[in-house]
C-alpha cells in the first residue's frame, strides 16, 4: 500500500493546493475587482458553503460505494474547476465556481478516512495520517512559496488553468493501482451504526469541536495570511511567500516525524489513549500560544513565532484523524468522518468571513491573531477532556 499512500499524500497536497491559491491572489484580485475586506472574505469563505455541508453526504458515498471511484470523480471536478477559474473576470463567476471547487473536494477527506480504517492497524495510522497531514501542509507551503512568485511574474490566471489541467494527471495511476475497499455497499452499510448512534456518544462531539477549533487556525492562516504579511506587516510578495511557505512547509515537514514518534510509542506499549491525547493537547496549546503572540510581535520576532506555529501543528494533523479511525471503526468511519468534517469545516466558513469584516471594521489584525489562539485552546481542552478513550466504539447494531 506504500504506492497508494504516496498518491493519497499527493492528492491532499493538490487538494490544498486549491484551497489556497485564491488567497495567494487575493490583493491582485482585490484590485482588479475592487473588492472590499468583507467582499474578499466572502469570497475566500464560499469554497467551505458547500464543502462543510456536502460532508454528511460524502461519508455516506464512502460507506456505500468504492471509495476509489467516489474519491476519483471529486478530484476530477475540483480540479477541472481550479483550471476553469482562471478564465473568469466577474466576483460572482469567481463565488460560483469556488462553490463548485468545495463540492468536489468534500469527498477527500471521508475517503482518506475509509482506506485507513480498513487497509492500516493502529500502529500504522499516526504515519499514515501524517502523509495525509504533510500534503496538507505541503501544498500551501509551495502553493504560497512558488505561487506568489509566479502570480507577482505572470498573473493569477495561468495559474490556475496550469495547476487545474496538471492536477489531472492524478487520475491513471490512481485508478490503475487502487483496489477495491473490500467492505463496501449494503452490507457495509447495515453493519455499520447510524448517524443518531453516533451522536449518543460523547468523543463524536469532542472531535468534531476539536476539529472546528484546529480547522479555525489552519484555515486562518490558510485564507489569510499572504495577505497580512503585504498589506499590514508591507512585506513584498516574493518575501511573503518566503515567510508564508516556510510556515506551511515546517507542518509539513513535523507531520511524518510526529506521526512516526506517536505510532512507536503506542508500539512500545503506551495506549492510544495517551499517545493520541498528549499530541493534540500540546500541539493545538502551542498552536495558540505562538500565534497569539504573533499580534503584537515586532518583524522578526513575527518570522520566528509563525515558524513555530507551523512545527507545532505537525503534532496535531499526524494524530487528528488517526483518533476518528480509531474510535469508529471501519464500519462506521464514513459517517463518522463525514460529520466531523461538516462541523470541522465550518470553520472554512466562519475564519476567512469574520477575519475579513474585523478588519474592515479595525483596520487591523490583532483581534483576529487573538480570537483564533483562544479557538485553539478551546479545542485542546475538547481532545484532552471531553474524547473518551481512543479505542473502538462497541455498537449496539
Known sequence: MN??????????????????????????????????????????????????????LAGWLVDRFDVKWVLAIGFFVWSAATAFTGALHAFTALLVIRVIVGAGESVAYPAYAKIFANHF?????????????????????????????????????????VLGLASLLWLPPWLR???????TGALDMKQGPGLVEILRHRSSWGTWIGHFCS?????????????????????????????????FLLAAMSSPICGWLSDRWISGGATPTRVRKTFMGVGMACNGLFLVGCAA???????????LAGASFGLVSS??????????????????????????????????????????????????????????WVGALQWVFVVGPVEPVVWET
Open 3 to 56: 504506492g497508494i499512500l504516496l498518491l493519497l499524500g499527493l492528492s491532499v497536497f493538490i487538494n490544498y493546493i486549491d484551497r489556497a491559491n485564491l488567497s495567494v491572489a487575493a490583493p491582485l484580485l482585490q484590485d482588479e475587482l475592487r473588492l472590499s475586506a468583507s467582499q474578499l472574505g466572502v469570497l475566500l469563505s464560499a469554497f467551505f458553503w458547500t464543502y462543510a455541508c456536502m460532508q454528511l
Open 121 to 161: 492497524v493502529e500502529n500504522q495510522r499516526g504515519f499514515a495520517n501524517s502523509i495525509v497531514g504533510a500534503g496538507q501542509s505541503l501544498g500551501p507551503a509551495l502553493g504560497i512559496l512558488f505561487g506568489g512568485t509566479l502570480v507577482a511574474h505572470f498573473g493569477w490566471r495561468p495559474f490556475f488553468v
Open 177 to 183: 493501482w487502487m483496489p477495491r475497499t473490500a467492505a
Open 215 to 247: 480547522n479555525y487556525f489552519l484555515y486562518f492562516l490558510l485564507t489569510w495570511l499572504p495577505f497580512y504579511l503585504q498589506r499590514e506587516r508591507h512585506f513584498s510578495a516574493e518575501s511573503m511567500s518566503k515567510i508564508g511557505g516556510a510556515t
Open 297 to 307: 510581535a515586532p518583524d522578526k520576532l513575527l518570522v520566528v513565532l509563525l515558524l
Open 319 to 376: 494524530n487528528l484523524n488517526a483518533v476518528t479511525q480509531t474510535l469508529a471503526g471501519p464500519h462506521a468511519v464514513g459517517r463518522w468522518m463525514g460529520a466531523q468534517n461538516f462541523v470541522g469545516n465550518l470553520a472554512g466558513a466562519v475564519a476567512p468571513a469574520l477575519t475579513g469584516i474585523l478588519v474592515g471594521r479595525t483596520g487591523h489584525f490583532y483581534w483576529p491573531f487573538v480570537i483564533t489562539s483562544v479557538i485553539t
